[in-house]
């Protein structure tokens, strides 16, 4: 079946720190990949996204590389601000119809 | 680009009365909208899945009496609450997959319901 394992939080970085969430999958066929983020009593937005192997999302400073032999889409930045902080949650979509699989969502406070 | 409308953000009602929730995109054709319910520090659990004009598929464990789902034009899909209760009190969100292009959902800020 298909399923989205996320790090755990919350995670609790220093402004300017280098974050890294990691994401791993197992999934049917051939799933595009998504990273969403959730500020504060928002919904979700859209990140990053990447539909096939070796390709890079990435948005805003924020990067993750599809990685098919590791099954992973791990999250990274170089270096975070006080405005990243919100719930970042992995997501695949199977490569047939649209029914999305969360992981459980990764909280980042940035601290100044 | 994309967007998807959710109304109201927020609605504090009583217990025993029902809640309207309206989900519209307002940009691009939906077939399909899906509804998620977001407990206090944890993932999205997804409700049901709306198709416009056919009945919603609902899945396991969720009552689809109490969350009466209607998709009844491309860019409307409507949630309510029935008979609502303090433990219904939740984040709810909808998102839109559009009827053609890339496979991504876009989703609605979020109704939070708190039933008193």
């Known amino acids: 079946g298909n399923s989205v394992t996320q790090m755990e939080g919350p995670v609790t970085l220093s402004e300017e720190a280098f974050l890294t969430i990691n994401c791993t999958y197992t999934?049917?066929?051939?799933?595009?990949l998504f990273w969403y983020v959730q500020y504060p009593g928002e919904g979700l937005q859209l990140l990053l996204k990447a539909t096939k192997a070796d390709d890079k999302g990435s948005n805003k400073g924020f990067e993750a590389t599809y990685r098919k032999e590791t099954t992973s889409f791990h999250l990274e930045k170089g270096s975070v601000q006080v405005s990243d902080s919100a719930v970042y949650f992995c997501?695949?979509?199977?490569?047939?119809?649209?029914?999305?699989?969360f992981g459980t969502g990764t909280s980042l406070t940035v601290i100044p | 680009g994309a967007v998807v409308s959710q109304h109201p953000s927020r609605v504090i009602c009583k217990s025993g009365t029902s809640v309207k929730i309206e989900c519209r995109s307002l940009d691009f054709q939906a077939t399909t909208m899906f509804w998620y319910r977001q407990f206090p520090k944890k993932s999205l659990m997804l409700m049901a899945t709306?198709?416009?004009?056919?009945?919603?598929?609902?899945e396991q464990g969720v009552e689809k009496d109490k969350f009466l789902i209607n998709h009844a034009s491309l860019t409307l899909s409507t949630l309510t609450v029935t008979s609502a209760h303090p433990e219904d009190s939740s984040f709810y969100i909808c998102?839109?997959?559009?009827?053609?292009?890339?496979?991504?959902?876009?989703f609605g800020a979020g109704s939070r319901l708190t039933v008193l």
């Open positions: 997501a695949l979509s199977a490569s047939t119809g649209n029914q999305f699989y």
């Open positions: 709306s198709n416009e004009g056919s009945k919603a598929t609902y």
């Open positions: 998102s839109a997959a559009r009827v053609s292009g890339a496979n991504v959902l876009t």
């Open positions: 999934a049917t066929g051939y799933p595009s």
